[in-house]
């Protein structure tokens, strides 16, 4: 099992840039397809982005392609979430998430079960 915490959410004003961090314990990190969902209040939790175990597939909802990049380093334990041209409708927790393969990811549906989630960062973009 893989424990995951997300840091790096704040207050940024429309068209910044935030970065966010999820780091993991665990040996077997690597062996995890990895992702960030975010949450908005009222709606449902969605994919963000995700990236496969040797990070050679990545796949981003189409609301953030081109604003944000997924990357991980395996050698430390750690996903990151490159977030550019913030826009205010990014507002939202978002959270850390482990499962073993992508596709469960880029198939997912509220309510689907991962193996891992993170307490959430809160990420607010002002107007």
């Known amino acids: 099992q893989v424990q995951l915490v997300e840091s790096g959410g704040g207050l940024v004003q429309a068209g910044g840039s935030l970065r966010l961090s999820c780091a993991a314990s665990g040996r077997t990190f690597s062996s995890y397809a990895m992702g960030w969902f975010r949450q908005a209040p009222g709606k449902e939790r969605e994919v963000v982005a995700a990236i496969s175990w040797t990070g050679a597939r990545t796949y981003y909802t189409d609301s953030v392609k081109g604003r944000v990049t997924i990357s991980r380093d395996n050698a430390k334990n750690t996903v990151s979430l490159q977030m550019n041209n913030l826009k205010p409708e990014d507002t939202a927790v978002y959270y850390c998430?482990?499962?073993?393969?992508?596709?469960?990811?880029?198939?997912?549906?509220?309510?689907?079960?991962?193996?891992?989630w993170g307490q959430g960062t809160l990420v607010t973009v002002s107007s």
């Open positions: 998430a482990a499962t073993k393969y992508i596709e469960v990811f880029t198939t997912y549906a509220p309510g689907n079960a991962l193996d891992a």
